[in-house]
Each structure stands twice: as structure tokens, then as C-alpha cells.
């Protein structure tokens, strides 16, 4: 009953503390969208992040920091990178749940905002985008030792996903000399790739593409830096 709780609890709170106040200020995207329609893709985005990081933190850093097994020995002998995809995906799941979840629960405050086929599109881009901020999020963990490092450094860039990733406001709300830089952030190619797909039945291969590519030099980076850890 707790986690049936948690699980509706938390789309509804970050809904209406993030949509219900903002669309009092942006009525409508730039380019005319209701505003409870363009930020529906990032609300879920932003979601799925936060609902990650615990799970890459108890996985990557505070098994590790405490000397517990990070995975059962029978699994020692694979590839460190089989080991960061495998429980990626296992936290990804659990992710995923709560994401479908949470787009009924929208559309239910939101009535007509979320179709089947709109639902599919942000389902699957926000797959991709939990598989890249947890493994920015390995990252993180693999590279310090102090819980109260991390965890700055974990909201941190929680707080600058959330802004800088197109996920609630345009970025034509920003300075020019900042978008010219949060255009090319990998978090912000997804964003900017599923609403090409929502909003103009468009897709955006190099936006798409490219967050894939990082993903699969960070997973090479973290097998690296997990395989000298588990030998420390």
C-alpha cells in the first residue's frame, strides 16, 4: 500500500505544483501549443529522472561505499558493461511502470492532452532519456567516495536538467547566448526530438541518433571505471 501510494502520489504532486502554477504564467507554447500539452512530454522526462536516481545511487554508490556486493558473485565474471546495461534496464522497468501510470493520472487532470499514440512516443524517449541521465549519474557515483558530494552533485544536475533541457520552460524564455549551449546538450537532443515527433510528425534523426552515441561511450566509460573500482 505504501508503494501503490508513492506511485500516485508523486506524478500528482510534481503535476500540480509544476503544471497547474506554470500554465497560470505560460498560457501557450511559442509556437501556440497549450501549455499543459507542450510540457507534457518534459514533466514525464523530468520524472522518470527522479525516480532513477535512487537506484543508480543504492547500485553505483552505496553498495559500493559500503563494501556490499554490487552484484552477486555468479555474475562477477561478466563484462562490466553487461553488468551497468543489465541493471539499467532492471531499474528502467520500474521507471516505466510509474511513467504509464503517471500519464493516465495526467490525462485524467489534463483530459485529452495524452493519446495512445503521443503516449508511445514520450514512453519510448523517455526510455532513452532515463538510459542516458543514469548513466551520467554512474558517472557521478563512480567518481567520488563522499555521500555528501554526490548527493550535491546529484541535485545539482537534477536542477539543471530541469531547465536546461527544454522540460518546462522554451528556450526562447532564455538569452540567445544560452541557448546557443543548451541546444547541444545530450538531455536536450531528447527533448527537442520527441516534441518533433509530437508537434510536427517529424523525426529528428541527428537529435535522436547522437544521444544514442553517448550513451554507448559513457556505458564503455563507466565499464571502465567500474572494473578498477571493483578491484579497489
Known sequence: MTTLSILLLVP???????VLGT????????????????????IMMFLSAVLIS???YRDFFDLRIHNKALVPMTLAPLRKSTIIL????????????????????YNFIFPGTVSLRSAM????????????????????????ERISVFMSALL?????????????????FFPV???????YLPLSMVSVACRSIL??????????????????????????????????
Not at 545539482?156 to 526562447?172: D, P, R
Not at 510536427?200 to 566509460?221: C, Q, R
Open 177 to 183: 547566448s544560452l541557448i546557443n549551449v543548451f541546444e
Open 199 to 232: 508537434f510536427i510528425n517529424s523525426f529528428d534523426f541527428l537529435n535522436t541518433f547522437l544521444p544514442v552515441v553517448i550513451i554507448i561511450f559513457l556505458v564503455a566509460l563507466n565499464s571502465m571505471l567500474l572494473k578498477r573500482k571493483m578491484k579497489q
Open 12 to 18: 500528482s504532486v510534481l503535476t500540480i505544483v509544476m
Open 54 to 56: 535512487p537506484l543508480i
Open 156 to 172: 545539482t544536475t537534477l536542477i539543471v536538467v530541469l531547465f536546461s533541457s527544454e522540460l518546462i520552460v522554451e528556450y526562447g
Open 121 to 144: 512516443i514520450i514512453l519510448a524517449y523517455c526510455a532513452l532519456f532515463s538510459i542516458l541521465y543514469s548513466n551520467i549519474i554512474i558517472l557521478l557515483s563512480l567518481c567520488t
Open 86 to 105: 543489465g541493471i539499467q534496464l532492471s531499474a528502467l522497468v520500474e521507471v516505466m511502470i510509474v511513467i504509464i501510470v503517471s500519464l493516465g493520472l
Open 23 to 42: 500554465k497560470n504564467i505560460i498560457v501557450k507554447s511559442i509556437n501556440g501549443q497549450p501549455y499543459e500539452l507542450w510540457v507534457t512530454s518534459g
